[in-house]
């Protein structure tokens, strides 16, 4: 068995020389020296290409997260970087460049919210009739960030104590100011951005503000994997012609399949595993939620509970929303 550091960054491949893709070296470096792991007859060699959470940077509540690579800056966290060298190494292995060079269209800022007492989430439970733990995503929808929040059941971490809540948000347009902290979140402290939602919560600041440690965290990545691509931008989980090589995580092509989820991540590597090894075991095919009757009587029920069809959306594009009323759409997840 070979251990590596947990620094150990794999950085290429090479090939045998046949007219098949078979994997003979990987090569990796470690903190201050390189190597070569060979690669035997009776391997695979599964690689996850890409990664949503790269580069991402942590803020405080005083101090905002430090910005995001600039337009066409590729990251040089170890995960597009090797998806980037294997591009190069066969036009079967998709185009790394295509999801890691549009930062503006792929960054929002996430942040985490921890309360030293229950009257915050108490009031938001009223507010909103979502108990924790049941309502799902709640957007903003006239907020110039675009911001949602999640508010999990309490206690969300088995070492969390009694007296403490947690929360989590985040906003899709970071770049624009806020339309009570008029800058934009990416320039926000912790502080800041609570101040924001707290403002179209239509709550007061205070006492909610000094009772809070928020985190803001800006994830460049985060949205990489909905990038418009072409044919060919994610390769195959098993590359054409490939004896030993699979590519797993969320930018390989899975007919059907939704990114941003676990689950594409799951199947792809049950994919990659089962063709590789010649299983007859397969993959569950995709479970599609919208063709199953029972969901679809389910989605409706709940539209008409919730109003939704008498027109509690909207919308306001120009941000100019800020003297009428701030429209929450209330207990419908919004699936990411
Ligand atoms: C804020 C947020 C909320 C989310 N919410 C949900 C949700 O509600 N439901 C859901 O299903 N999914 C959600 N996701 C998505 C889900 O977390 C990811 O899709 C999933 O974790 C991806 O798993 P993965 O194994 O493909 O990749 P990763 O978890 O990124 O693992 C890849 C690993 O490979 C390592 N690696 C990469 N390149 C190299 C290299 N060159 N050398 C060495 N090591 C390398 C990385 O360090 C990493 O440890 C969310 C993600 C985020 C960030």
Redesign the pocket.
Known sequence: MLILPLE???TSLSYADSEHTTVEDIHITVPGSTGTIHIHDSDVVLI?LG???SSSTLGTNHTAASSAPSEGHLSND??WE?WASLSNDSPNFGHAANFSTRVPQSHWQ?FTVTLKSPKLLTHLAEFTHNAAGTGALTTFADSNWLLSIVVPQQPHFLSQPPDVQVFWGYGLYPSRDGNFVVKPMTACSGEEILTELLGHLHFPVQPYLDGAITIPCS?PY?TSQFLTRGPGDRPQVIPHGSTNLAF???FVEIPQDVV??????VRGAQMAVCGLMGLEKKPRSVYKGEHDPRVLVKVLKAMMEDGVGGGSFSSDPSGDSMDQDVTVPLSLPIVI
């Open positions: 150990t960054k794999v996850t990664s949503m959470t170890g995960s090797l996430s994830m985060i797993m995580g969320q941003f989820t676990v689950e594409y991540s």
